[in-house]
């Protein structure tokens, strides 16, 4: 009987926590309700300005999001490791945040966690993805469908699979990514 009362449980946890704000919360097409429920019910950290767009996919509530940071439809921010997000940053579509991995060579197959931080003014463009450990410094400029496996010093910008520097982006950064179009 023990057994069977803590799988019900179980089942409704996971629906609260996976199934609710990935299925439901995700479509409301309005931020401040939205943004009030991420923030007040799921306790994430999410700064003044900063959005969350439509059908963004969120595992575990583990983030810390700065002011005026835009993060697109679509993407996936995996929080099981830890991710921190500075201010004025801009996540495009489809971007993949990663902080947890299997080891392959682990013969049970076991679980990795690192975090990923983003610093200010970074930028990542459309389907890039990010994986554990990854610190990108401030200023820093990821390519579309790059495949980010390594930390970047600031203003590094990166691009390819695996990612790889080339070039340093312009130091004088003054910008405001809050960005909240209707209904997106």
Partial sequence: MKSFFFEIIKFFFYFYRNYI?????????????????????????????????????INRFNIKIG?????????????????SIGDNVSISPEVHLITA?????????GFITAPVVLEDFVFIGTRAIVLP??????????????????????????????????????KELNYSCKWKPPFD
């Fill in 101 to 109: 991995q299997h080891d392959i060579n682990d013969s049970s197959f």
């Fill in 133 to 170: 450990g990854v610190h990108l410094g401030k200023g820093c400029v990821v390519a579309s469908g790059a495949v980010v496996t390594k930390s970047f010093s600031d203003y590094s910008v990166v691009a390819g699979v695996p990612a790889k520097f080339i070039s340093t982006r312009n």
């Fill in 21 to 57: 704000p990935n299925h439901i919360v995700n479509k409301i097409p309005f931020y401040f309700i939205r943004h009030f429920i991420y923030r007040y019910i799921y306790r994430l950290k999410l700064g003044k300005g900063s959005s969350i767009h439509l059908n963004c996919f």
């Fill in 67 to 83: 002011k005026n940071t835009a993060i697109n439809r679509k993407c996936y921010l995996d929080s099981r490791g830890g991710l």
